[in-house]
């Protein structure tokens, strides 16, 4: 009977000894870490100091690209990326972007030799999302957009003089020049092609300089000599014409007859050797605002993939169409669009198009997403001061539109809100990730509800009657 008693004793012991070791174990459970869904795994696991997410400094420069310098006198971590600068130092809360101050929460830290940062306060910078699951403990880092590109349009190029022959096997190959919905696309196979713009008068026409390049004797499928004539239908365009052209260095020249004084744009697509030129009215100053809508993502960046197998691309794409057509109505204001259908447009050159229009407000539209189907809800994202009035007026519209959560208006570090020059914001309108929300966002007169929603909110917010 002793021996049975010491049996029992020995058994509800151990019992217990599992249970505090489980239940510590839970509490103690490495956080996990994603980039675009992919789990990350990092030589020291991130950690949770108070509010904070920290993580070794490793993860900064291995998985999101930015090259890290370390300033041991100083204790200074400097994060940079493009054109983006980040200072942090061991033990200080206080922190630098591009030279402008911020307060953290958590400073960074140095444990048995490894750097932790805050992960939200650097990926927000960087470009990404970030969400905090605490049920699972896992911290999801999303891209929301493409690769950054240099920003900037190509410089004019020179005037090359003419030339015997277009035959280089060395040289990227011009093969398609035609119009499209989005603008005139200009394609080439071999290599990328930076060609350059110019707007010449009377006549109005666009002559592109395509430098280091020659031209396909196939041109759209078709048998062509080293000169031709493309006919085109439409509204802004008599005809184009090109030819091959030799100087230092040889080239391709597009020459582009107008009907019309009009206003351009050259976009450099995703897929290699393809640019896009984009037309549109000269205002005639008749319109007072000048507003930019940014439908997300577009062509070969998919955005987002809803839980029922659709492409965030034209949700986004779906509710700016919308919106364009609800503020075209007005006299006072002027609509563009940094894409008008299926097409890829980098960020960089989306912030470059409101730059140069000297827009009043730029607007992007996305549908959010998160592995947990659960998330759900609005949120509206902001990065300069100045641009927090015109978050904070569409968010109030929005919210009450969608019917969904309010997750409020958040600042962030999105390249299209940074880098753009007037009041700029990013509208998450709800996650297509979660299944509910979802069937709702693709409902035509939600998307027009929203639309219509969007559009009060920019004629408070630009004081239009």
């Known amino acids: 009977m002793k021996k049975l008693v010491m049996a ?9 000894f599992a249970s505090v070791s489980v239940g510590q174990a839970n509490a103690d459970a490495a956080i996990r870490l994603y980039l675009d869904n992919q789990l990350l795994q990092p030589e ?19 998985e999101l690209g930015a090259k890290v310098s370390w300033n041991q006198a100083d204790k200074q971590i400097t994060v940079k990326k493009d ?10 809360t206080k922190a630098f972007v591009n030279g402008d101050s911020y307060l953290l929460e958590t400073a960074p830290l140095l444990v048995k030799g490894n750097t932790l940062i805050p992960v939200r306060f650097v990926s927000e910078n960087l470009g990404l999302k970030v969400i905090w699951d605490k049920s699972t403990r896992s911290v999801s880092l999303i891209n929301i957009g493409e690769v950054s590109g240099s920003g900037n349009l190509p410089d004019k190029a020179s005037s090359p003089s003419p030339a015997d022959d277009g035959t280089n096997g060395n040289l990227p190959v011009v093969n398609r020049i035609e119009r499209s919905e989005d603008g005139l696309k200009i394609a080439a196979e071999g290599g990328s092609i930076k060609p350059g713009i110019s707007n010449l008068s009377d006549p109005e026409r666009l ?4 430098p280091g390049a020659t031209l396909d004797q196939m041109m759209n499928g078709e048998n062509m000599v080293q000169n031709g004539e493309i006919p085109v239908e439409d509204s802004y365009i008599n005809k184009i014409r090109y030819n091959l052209f030799q100087g230092n260095p040889s080239g391709v020249r597009i020459t582009i007859d107008l009907k019309q004084k009009v206003q351009y744009n050259l976009l450099e697509s995703q897929e290699l050797g393809e640019w ?3 037309l549109s009215p000269m205002d005639t100053g008749t319109k007072q605002y000048r507003v930019v809508l940014d439908a997300g993502h577009g062509g070969t960046d998919p955005g987002n993939t809803s839980v029922g197998g659709r492409f965030e691309k034209e949700f986004n794409l779906a509710i700016v169409l919308k919106l364009a057509k609800v503020l075209e109505e007005d006299p006072n204001i002027s609509v563009f669009l940094t894409r008008q ?3 890829a447009v980098k960020r960089a050159d989306r912030a470059t198009f ?38 904070d007026v569409l968010h109030r519209y929005i919210v009450p539109a969608t019917g969904f959560i ?26 297509m990730s979660n299944p509910q929300e979802e069937r709702t966002m693709w409902d035509e007169q939600f998307q027009l509800r929203v639309s219509e929603a969007i559009a009060a909110g920019i004629k408070e917010y630009l004081q239009v009657p």
Do not use: W
């Open 8 to 16: 029992l004793a020995c058994i509800t012991f151990l019992f217990l």
């Open 44 to 62: 020291v696991p991130p950690r949770l100091v108070g509010n904070t997410t920290m993580v070794p400094l490793r993860v900064v420069s291995e």
């Open 83 to 92: 054109e983006l600068v980040l200072q942090l130092y061991i033990n200080k």
């Open 207 to 210: 002559v592109i300089d395509v």
């Open 276 to 278: 896009t030129l984009q």
């Open 341 to 343: 259908d299926d097409t």
């Open 354 to 391: 409101a730059n140069n229009l000297k827009a009043d407000i730029f607007i992007s539209i996305h549908g959010n997403s998160y592995t947990r189907q659960s998330a759900s809800g609005t949120e509206t994202f902001y990065t300069r001061d100045d641009s927090k009035e015109l978050a």
């Open 406 to 431: 309010d997750r409020n208006v958040r600042k962030s570090n999105f390249q299209v809100t940074r880098e753009t020059v007037m009041p700029a914001v990013l509208c998450e309108i709800g996650f």
